[in-house]
């Protein structure tokens, strides 16, 4: 899905290796995936229906899932991780716009090295360093008091276990901006040159070469990194975790916490939730997916 | 109206100068080619009269007005590139439509312009094709309609009929000279194929290392060439020098016929292009000038190619006779009509 | 004009991706920093003593025990994904959009999940609490991202070159390690750096099949955070991202600007 559009060219009419062949090269990685990522989830689907060897909880069935979907705390948790998600990636989708285009044209080595450079930060260091900077006797809340603007810790907006999610956003922001910018600008320096001076002799001004050539190049590498990046953000655990407030969590947050207790029974039920994340992010995937076929069938991109 | 007139004009990259002081008329109407070896800075001229590059010097008019300082977006030229580089996400109609829709036409409008040039170009029917699924002519045709919807006045085209095969090219050719003359646009065509520049052009500008050479009807130019490597470029050969004198020309192997021509008296550079010269099999009691004995024999199918050693050096010749074998002894007799005298450099 | 816009969006990317470094650098040499003071009292290389002293067993254990993790996984998923990688890029054959959602799920299912239900079956396999079930949780997801790598090298990459090379007398084996892997040599190294990247930074499927007994770094870090030592919580911070800046100067030394596209 991530790198079909813009290659297999030529594999149409290259005779193949032949069935054996193709599965000499392709048994061993097929097989991991298969029996660890599926098997994974399969194991997991059959536990959070209630299979526990040992433990005595014989009836297969969707009750947890139903314990899950009905809890009160499920829908306010779903909500929020939504909310984070949407977000995060909505700013770090139209940030990254704007840094493509600025970075297309610049050819500084440096600043490229620079701007990659949060690709290789992990999530977690972010989060350490967002709550160094953010929290309430924070780095800028020290620089808020050296202004004078503010008298104290207490006076200084709450930007770390906030209601409105603002420090996990911005983590997810910092860290995701190069991820997009970098699959944009890749298609933007392959094709977006040249079209764009076929747009200027074709008498299209800047706004309109930015509307209707520079948009629909970067839009399907846009939309499948946004994409990427809001199944990662709905599932994340330590970013949430850190910087989130107690009540109420998001998804994987109350998911981990049930799997987790103490009490061994609410296991299947973070199990449970676990499996609705993922069918959430695949449902995503696929809706989004379909909705940009339509939208290129009917010729019409964004 | 569509006269462009450049003048004076110098481009450069750095320090360095790839075009130098290019002067050039092209008139209302005209189709006029600029011809010259890849590397030679046609590309370059194109794209500083199409405004993607800036000039270093000179002046650009366009029906008597200078364009300088004008966006390309501003400027009334419209250029088709060497690739047809369609936008991939518009369907054929979306992509002549293209130009129409940012000087917000009227949609009617439109339309109708888009169909009319659908049938200039032979593209009716593939109006809602995506553009991957046209062939490469078909893609060259969408590009040139997309370009000519806008009634531009000077359409510049860059090499549009490189990519495509031979058989194609020629097709395309006839195309473009159609258009060209149903519509009466002002057309400056770049190439590096001497053929295309002479079948096409009204007039051609020949341009070698960054200089213009010579501007002229494709008959002057193949046949009266300003200097030897303007004739070199057209496939000229067999260069010799000599003295005027009246109306000979006198090698120091031999002197030929020339009739009347400029600066008697003076050194000159002579050349005769192989198919001019007259080959034949050497007679016992020859009294030709030029007689010498075949080192090789390229037959080329319509016409045969032999190079013969003379005393004086060798000669090229390009004859429709299929009846020599290296090792013949054969005279040259050079037509005093055919040769052609520069003076030295 | 130009090059002022230039200077400007290299500064903005400077500062925006310098900013968060700048309280984890200062925290990680501070002695005494209180609030509200915009900069540390006192400097002090105690958080540094801490980790290399009295922690120091630990912290090394866990850079070792979060170096072979990582490292091994990246050799697996590579060995399997140049293989899986060349019959994508290559071939077109039936199936070939099944293998491709099939590889695009473990890329957007959050590793959460998966961790979760493998747990049980690994407990039954004696794999939990060992390296080894880390290195198979890790794969799951790291296996198919060095797959899509790989996928698009082989994608623009010429076969015939192997068919020239047989053709001049070099054997199978010999194509394979002097034709093949020096030419698509970048792409692995890209896809090694990836899969080595995403099992350094995975924390919550290492603690749920590692079972805490498997501390690498992140796990290490998160119990860390939650003692609430400000220096030493910098100082590994900054031990921890240290390798990925390093492989990151390498890549963008060797293998040119656009190297890192995609990965995360």
């Known amino acids: 899905m991530i790198s079909r559009a813009r290659q297999d060219l030529d594999a149409r009419t290259r005779p193949g290796p032949g069935f054996k062949g193709l599965t000499v090269l392709l048994a061993p990685a097929l097989a991991i995936v298969l029996v660890l990522f599926g098997g994974g989830l399969a194991l997991g689907v059959m536990q959070a229906m209630g299979y526990l060897p040992g433990a005595g909880l014989g009836r297969l069935g969707f009750q947890h899932f139903a314990q899950v979907l009905t809890d009160p705390d499920f829908a306010t948790s779903f909500a929020l991780t939504f909310y984070v998600a949407g977000v995060s990636t909505a700013i770090a989708a139209g940030l990254s716009i704007l840094a493509a285009l600025g970075l297309a044209s610049l050819r500084s080595r440096w600043v490229h090295f620079i701007f990659q450079i949060p690709l290789t930060v992990p999530h977690l260091v972010v989060a350490v360093a967002m709550l160094f900077l953010l929290a309430p006797a924070g780095l800028l809340s020290r620089g808020a008091v050296a202004l004078g603007l503010i008298a104290g810790p207490a006076d200084f907006p709450l ?11 911005l983590v997810y922001v910092w860290k995701e901006i190069p991820f997009i910018t970098l699959m944009i600008l890749a298609v933007l320096r392959n094709s977006g040159r040249e079209l764009l001076d076929v747009g200027r002799t074709l008498k299209a001004g800047p706004w309109q070469r930015f509307r209707h050539i520079t948009l629909p190049i970067i839009f399907p590498a846009l939309a499948a990194a946004s994409l990427i990046v809001f199944a990662f953000t709905f599932g994340a655990f330590e970013v949430p975790y850190l910087l989130g407030r107690t009540y109420p969590m998001t998804l994987p947050v109350w998911a981990y916490k049930h799997y987790s207790d103490i009490d061994l029974l609410a296991r299947p039920e973070g199990i449970a939730a676990g499996i609705v994340i993922a069918l959430v992010v695949a449902t995503a995937v696929v809706l989004a997916q379909m909705l940009t076929r339509a939208a290129r069938k009917k010729g019409m991109v964004l | 109206m569509g006269n462009l007139s450049l003048h004076n004009l110098t481009v450069g990259y750095g320090r360095r100068n790839i075009i130098q002081g290019f002067q050039l008329d092209v008139r209302d109407g005209e189709l006029v080619s ?21 000039p270093t010097g000179g002046d650009i008019l366009i029906d008597g007005r200078s364009v300088i300082g004008l966006a390309p977006e501003q400027r009334d030229a419209v250029m088709v590139f060497q690739k047809p580089l369609l936008f991939p996400f518009m369907n054929v109609e979306q992509n002549i439509a293209f130009g129409l829709r940012m000087q917000k036409r009227h949609p009617a409008e439109a339309r109708q312009n888009v169909a009319e040039i659908l049938s200039l170009t032979r593209l009716a029917g593939l109006e809602g094709r995506k553009v991957h699924a046209l062939s490469g002519g078909q893609q060259q045709r969408v590009a040139l309609a997309r370009a000519l919807v806008l009634k531009p006045s000077v359409l510049l085209l860059d090499e549009p009929l490189s990519n495509l095969d031979a058989n194609l090219r020629q097709r395309m050719r006839d195309l473009i000279q159609t258009i060209q003359a149903e519509t009466g646009m002002t057309m400056l065509f770049v190439t590096h194929d001497q053929s295309e520049a002479l079948t096409i052009s009204h007039r051609v500008a020949l341009l070698l290392d960054g200089r213009l050479r010579q501007v002229g009807t494709p008959r002057e130019l193949f046949h009266q060439p300003a200097d030897p490597e303007v004739a070199r470029f057209f496939g000229g050969k067999n260069f010799f020098q000599g003295r005027v004198q009246d109306e000979l020309f006198i090698a120091d192997f031999g002197q030929f016929l020339v009739g009347r021509q400029a600066g008697n008296g003076h050194l000159r550079t002579a050349t005769v292009r192989p198919e001019d010269i007259i080959i034949a099999p050497r007679r016992k009691d020859s009294t030709a000038a030029l007689t010498g004995r075949i080192v090789k024999v390229n037959f080329e199918g319509s016409a045969t190619r032999i190079v013969v050693a003379c005393a004086a050096g060798e000669f090229m010749v390009l004859t429709a006779q299929d009846r020599f074998t290296p090792g013949d002894e054969v005279e040259l007799t050079l037509p005093p009509e055919k040769i052609r005298l520069f003076p030295l450099p | 004009m130009k090059a002022c816009r230039y200077r400007l969006t290299g500064l903005a990317v400077v500062l925006a991706v310098g900013l968060p470094f700048v309280p984890l650098v200062l925290w990680a040499l501070a002695d005494r920093w209180f609030f509200p003071a915009l900069w540390p009292q006192s400097f002090g290389l105690r958080a540094w003593t801490y980790i290399t002293s ?70 039954r396999l004696g794999l939990a609490e060992t390296l080894g079930g880390v290195i198979g949780v890790h794969l799951t997801f ?96 900054l031990v921890f991202v240290t390798p990925a800046l390093v492989a990151l100067f390498f890549s963008a030394r060797y293998l040119g600007a656009r190297s890192l596209a995609g990965v995360r």
């Not at chain 2, 890849?38 to 993607?52: N, Y």
């Not at chain 3, 697996?76 to 994904?81: D, E, F, H, S």
């Not at chain 3, 060095?146 to 070099?170: C, H, K, M, T």
């Not at chain 3, 501390?215 to 609430?228: D, E, I, Y």
């Open chain 3, 142 to 237: 790291s296996l198919p991202y060095a797959i899509f790598v790989l996928w698009g090298v082989f994608a623009n990459y010429n076969p015939d070159f192997e068919d020239q090379a047989r053709s001049l007398g070099a054997s199978r084996f010999r194509v394979i390690t002097r034709v093949m892997l020096p030419m698509i040599l970048p792409g692995i190294s890209v896809a090694a750096l990836f899969a080595f990247l995403l099992s350094w930074s995975q924390y919550l499927s290492t603690l749920i099949i590692g079972g805490g007994r498997v501390m690498t770094l992140p796990v290490l870090l998160f119990a860390l955070m939650g003692s609430g030592d400000r220096p030493v919580a910098a100082a590994v911070s």
């Open chain 2, 34 to 54: 600029l011809l010259g070896p890849s590397g030679a800075g046609k590309t370059t001229i194109l794209k500083v009269v199409a405004g993607l590059l800036p």
């Open chain 1, 159 to 169: 930007l770390i276990n906030d209601n409105w999610g603002i420090g996990i956003i």
């Open chain 3, 54 to 123: 009295t922690a120091g067993v630990q912290v090394l254990a866990a850079v070792g025990q979060s170096m072979a993790v990582a490292a091994i996984t990246a050799v697996i998923a590579v060995a399997m994904a140049v293989p899986a990688g060349r019959a994508l890029g290559l071939y077109e054959f039936k199936g070939k959009d099944l293998v491709s959602i099939l590889l695009t799920l473990p890329v957007i299912v959050p590793p959460l999940c998966v961790a979760m239900g493998l747990h049980l079956w690994f407990i």
